[in-house]
C-alpha cells in the first residue's frame, strides 16, 4: 500500500524553491553588475593605457573585469545564501534516501497553508512525523557558548530553530484537523559543513541540531512499530496539506 501512495503523491525535489530564488535574484543584478564592469574596465584601460601602452590598458581592463567576478562570486549575497540553501536541501534530500528504502516517505520542498514559509523536508514513517530544516554552514563555523546562549558562529542557535519549531507546530495543527486525532511533529534542524559534535546532538528549546549525516540513524532509533499502512494514511493527509511549494509574485 506504501508504494501506491507514494507513486500517486505530488513529486517535488528538494531545494526547488531554493534554486528558482537564488536564479531570480542573481538575474534581477545581472545588467547592473555587467554595468559596473564596463565602467571598471573602461576607467582601467584608460588609466593604464595613458601611463604604458594600449595593449597594456586592455589587460588592465580583461584582470579588472575577472577580479569583479572572483569577487562577486566569493561575497555574501542574498542571492549565494539561496544557493548554498538549495545545495544543503539537496545534499539532506540524499541522506534520507536510506530511510526511503526502509519504508518511510519524504516529501520535499511543501508550502505551509496561508504562510510564504516552506518545510524542507517531511519525513513520515514508523518513527513518527518530522519537519526537518537544511542548514549549509561554513566548514569552519563552530558551536560555542558564551552569555548563557549557544552559537553557531556570530548567529544564536535559538533563533536557527525558531522557525522550523513555528512549521512543525503548524504542520502538527493541520495533521490533526485532517485525521481527527493527535499528531506531533519532530523539528530537526540538518547542518552540512559545519563543526558540530560527532558523537553527540545539540538540543535547543528542545529541537536536535546535528549533522546531516547522522539524521538517518537518529530517525529510524526513534521507530515504534508502526503500521505500513498508517504511514501511507499519514503520507497522504500530509500531501493533500501541504502540497509542493510555488512562490508566489
Partial sequence: MTEEVVMALPKSSAGTSAKRRYRSLRAAGRARRWLTRLAIAVVAAVAVGWLWTEWAGLIAAGLAVLGDLVRHRRAHSPAAAWRKGAAGERATARRLRALELAGYIVLHDRALPHSRANVDHLVIGPAGVFVIDSKKWHRRTTIRAAAGTLWAGKIPLEHVVRPVIAEARQV???????????????????????????????????????????????????????????????????????????ESD
Fill in 172 to 246: 502538527s495543527r493541520e495533521l490533526t484537523r485532517a485525521l481527527g486525532r493527535p499528531i506531533d511533529a519532530v523539528p530537526v534542524v540538518a547542518v552540512h559543513g559545519a563543526r558540530l559534535p560527532r558523537w553527540r546532538v545539540i538540543t535547543v528549546r528542545g529541537v536536535p541540531v546535528m549533522r546531516a549525516s547522522r539524521l538517518r540513524r537518529w530517525i529510524a532509533g526513534r521507530a515504534r512499530g508502526g503500521r505500513q499502512d498508517e504511514t501511507a494514511v499519514l503520507a497522504a493527509a500530509a500531501s493533500n496539506a501541504f502540497p509542493p511549494y510555488v
